[in-house]
């Protein structure tokens, strides 16, 4: 293949395989598309997801929901901009969401923090804010997840956010390899190209 008809995420993949990833005296910052290692210690690491623990405590390894990474890259491009975001106003924006009084009813765990929150007083709120936003946006938090393409909280084996089509979607649509759409029937084959996923 030509330099020319290199374009796209093949073009990327060529660029990052061109980089010399163990020449540490030329690679002096972070790479953002590898973990970080020691080469990167002393070098501010500007990829956002490195810095999750703004939004979900400091001792907390939790892996970002997909719904979430795709409206956080459109929010914040930098660790500065990730740091202007508004958790408390984020947290507010979510609980006046129809559903959380349903999901509020309905389970256990947000039940309890929701008692905790009222005992807690304003100036102490922040590792429940951070709790909360755990809860929600991390994959495996809870039972639930919030989805920022439907702003709604949706439970998690009700719906899905697929990556390709970055779209939160239904629990009976998948996505088709082939043509590269959802298509709805979990076990049809796809309503436009006939493909069986």
């Given at each position: ?5 290199n374009?796209g ?8 395989e ?6 540490e ?10 973990e970080?290692s020691t080469r990167?210690?002393?070098?501010s690491?500007?990829n956002?997801f490195?810095h999750m623990?703004y939004?979900f405590g ?11 990474a795709?409206?956080l ?13 508004d958790?408390y ?10 559903n959380?009084r349903?999901?509020?009813l ?5 039940q309890e ?9 304003k100036?102490e709120?922040m ?6 936003l755990?809860?929600?946006l991390?994959e495996?938090g809870?039972?639930f997840?919030?989805s920022?393409?439907r702003?709604?909280?949706i439970?998690?084996d009700c ?5 390709e089509?970055r779209?939160?979607k239904?629990?009976r649509e998948?996505?088709?390899k082939?043509?590269n759409k959802c298509t ?7 309503q436009?190209c006939?493909?069986?996923?």
């Amino acid at each position: 293949m030509s330099n020319e008809e290199n374009t796209g995420a093949s073009a990327i993949i060529t660029e990052i395989e061109q980089l010399n990833l163990n020449d540490e005296e030329e690679n002096d910052k972070c790479d953002c598309l590898k973990e970080c290692s020691t080469r990167s210690s002393d070098v501010s690491c500007e990829n956002i997801f490195k810095h999750m623990d703004y939004f979900f405590g400091e001792n907390e390894k939790c892996t970002v929901h997909p719904c979430f990474a795709r409206w956080l890259t459109k929010k914040a491009k930098n660790l500065d901009e990730l740091q202007t975001i508004d958790r408390y106003a984020l947290l507010r924006s979510i609980k006046r969401n129809f559903n959380y009084r349903e999901m509020c009813l309905d389970d256990e765990e947000f039940q309890e923090w929701t008692v905790e929150w009222k005992s807690t007083a304003k100036d102490e709120r922040m590792p429940l804010i951070q709790s909360f936003l755990r809860m929600l946006l991390s994959e495996g938090g809870s039972t639930f997840y919030y989805s920022f393409c439907r702003n709604d909280i949706i439970e998690e084996d009700c719906g899905w956010h697929c990556i390709e089509c970055r779209r939160c979607k239904d629990w009976r649509e998948w996505h088709c390899k082939k043509c590269n759409k959802c298509t709805y029937g979990a076990s049809s084959p796809c309503q436009r190209c006939g493909h069986k996923g």
